[in-house]
């Protein structure tokens, strides 16, 4: 069973550290916050937007005509240009783009809910820690300074 433990927060921070370089699988409704959450952290490079939705796609080119854009999830989760996947789809995608990216040993971000069921959550967690990788959960405010002092 997962532990507190195994939950890894992960940022890109300015340092000696090679940059981070990250596909974005969905851009409809929350994707564009993630996105251009993603364009102002240093040591990060947003590399490639995926969503299935043609007109989402052209909303992503507008806002950002210098990122690779696909309908196809596969060319992101199998890519070696891209060392981090971020899934800001439906929840019940949730747990096999992570999955996936995992196996293709990659480090994912979860748009909240993490997954469907706690099983799917344990298996996650499992599979990242197994492969050293990191796996965080999207909780808006998080970070903000309410949140930390409570």
């Not at 952290?41 to 043609?54: K, R």
């Not at 996650?124 to 820690?129: N, P, Q, R, S």
């Not at 050293?132 to 998080?142: A, E």
């Amino acid at each position: 069973m997962a532990s507190a433990a195994n939950y890894v927060y992960v940022t890109c921070q300015p340092g000696p550290a090679a940059e981070l370089r990250i596909g974005v699988i969905g851009y409809g409704y929350w994707g564009p916050n993630v996105v251009r959450n993603l364009q102002g952290l240093e040591n990060c490079q947003l590399v490639a937007i995926c969503d299935s939705n043609p007109a989402n796609l052209q909303g992503a080119r507008q806002a950002r005509p210098d990122v690779e854009l696909t309908r196809d999830c596969s060319e992101l989760l199998t890519s070696t240009q891209i060392d981090a996947i971020a899934v800001v789809t439906p929840v019940w995608t949730h747990f096999d783009l992570a999955k996936s990216a995992l196996q293709n040993g990659k480090h994912v971000f979860v748009e909240k809910p993490f997954t469907s069921t706690t099983q799917q959550a344990e298996e996650l967690i499992e599979l990242a820690t197994r492969n050293r990788l990191k796996i965080m959960v999207d909780h808006t405010f998080l970070f903000t300074g309410a949140v930390r002092k409570i």
